[in-house]
Structures are given as C-alpha cells and as structure tokens.
C-alpha cells in the first residue's frame, strides 16, 4: 500500500468556522508533511513531523495548527482562515530512514479549501 | 537549499524525446536531485533521483554533468498522458523539500 489519503476532498468554510483536514498513511512511514499550493504556483512546504514531532514550522500563521496523533495520522486544524488561504492543501508522507540521499515523498490527492 | 531554475513551459509531441533542464549552480556535495510530475489537481509524484553521472528507470532517464550545475530530466517518446508540471527539486537527507517554479509541459496529439 503506496498510498496517502485526505478527507475531505472539498471543503468550504466561512472566516469564522473551524475545521480539520485528515492524512493517514500506512507505509510505516515517520516524516509526514503539509504542503500548500495555490493555482499554477508550486507547493510550499508549512509542516514537517519527524517521529510524531513537529521538527519544521516554515513560519505559518497559527490560524493553521498540525498535529499528529499518531505515526499514521496527520491532521490540520483551521480556525479564523482568510480568503487568502484558499488553495489545495497536499499531504505527504516518507520513510525518514536517515539515508543519504533526499528521501521519496509520497503525496496525497489533496483537499481543495475555500474559504468564504 | 540551492535554487534552481527550469524553463516556464515547453510544447511537444506525441512520440518525441523530451529534455527538460533544470540548473542549480549552488549545489551542494551532499544534495541530491529529485524531479516529481503533477497532474491537474492531483499531488506530485515522484519520477527519478540521482546524484551524478546517469540515472535510468522504466519512467525516465536523468543526465548529471561532473559539475553537477544542471541535470536534464529525458523523457522517451511521450504521450498525451505526459502532460503534466515537471518540478526539479535539490536538497540532502533533511526533510525540507522545496519546489521550484516547474516546467508545464504540454504534449500535443
């Protein structure tokens, strides 16, 4: 099983909801990760956990707050979001062996986020 | 991280090799380079990693001068199902991939 999933697919929200995107593997793997991707732009990476802790926070507001519960789960709480914030939130996934070489990130469908 | 630099987008046709060049002058001794495809709306995927010299799978081949200041992602003969962004990635064991603009490319019937 070479897969990573995320619930939902779509989600709409308003300013002032709260909400949370889903990410669960089952590759065994211990680094997982949040990446945001606006329209015809690449993914910008905003969270990396290695071993279930947080080990890169690339600056982002703390209207987004990732957790994981688990070495399979990822989720990111949303609160208080601004239109702006509205793009494709991708998760992936990797083995974090420790190797020498940059390891393969494996990525979820994505979930498409509108916020009204 | 070192930056790199590919080509906005490139057109070609069914059947033909595509080059894709991507340039990382600052490149540095531990880093290794990663290229990933993404289809519309959906999340990258991996294609080939290589450190220098050739690299070769059943997807593509991967060109590394000695230097290492560029590398060019080969694609043999491609289909319409080949277009897709083509993003070029350098960087070592940390787990801090950063993407760069990418390649759109468009592969014509």
């Known amino acids: 099983d070479t897969e990573v999933t995320q619930t939902p697919k779509h989600l709409v929200m308003g300013m002032t909801n709260k909400k949370s995107l889903k990410c669960e593997q089952h590759m065994g793997h211990r680094a997982m990760y949040w990446y945001k991707q606006k329209a015809k732009k690449p993914p910008e990476l905003m969270f990396v956990?290695?071993?279930?802790?947080?080990?890169i926070n690339e600056s982002v507001p703390s209207r987004f707050s990732p957790e994981c519960p688990n070495s399979s789960l990822l989720n990111l709480h949303l609160h208080a979001l601004q239109p702006e914030d509205s793009a494709l939130y991708l998760c992936?996934?990797?083995?974090?062996?420790?190797?020498?070489?940059?390891?393969?990130?494996?990525f979820g469908p994505g979930t498409r986020l509108l916020v009204l | 991280l070192a930056k790199t630099t590919q080509p906005i987008s490139m057109d070609s046709y069914e059947g033909q090799e595509v080059n894709i060049t991507c340039s990382h002058n600052n490149i540095a001794t531990n880093d290794y380079i990663t290229w990933y495809q993404q289809f519309p709306s959906q999340g990258p995927r991996f294609i080939i990693q290589g450190y220098k010299t050739k690299v070769t799978n059943e997807v593509a081949s991967l060109f590394i001068p000695a230097d290492r200041k560029s590398s060019t992602l080969s694609l043999p003969r491609v289909s319409l199902s080949d277009t897709a962004v083509y993003y070029c990635l350098v960087g070592d064991i940390n787990n801090d991939m950063r993407f760069g603009a990418g390649t759109r490319l468009t592969v014509k019937p």
């Open positions: 956990y290695s071993y279930e802790k947080l080990s």
């Open positions: 992936a996934s990797s083995q974090n062996e420790g190797g020498q070489e940059q390891e393969t990130q494996y």
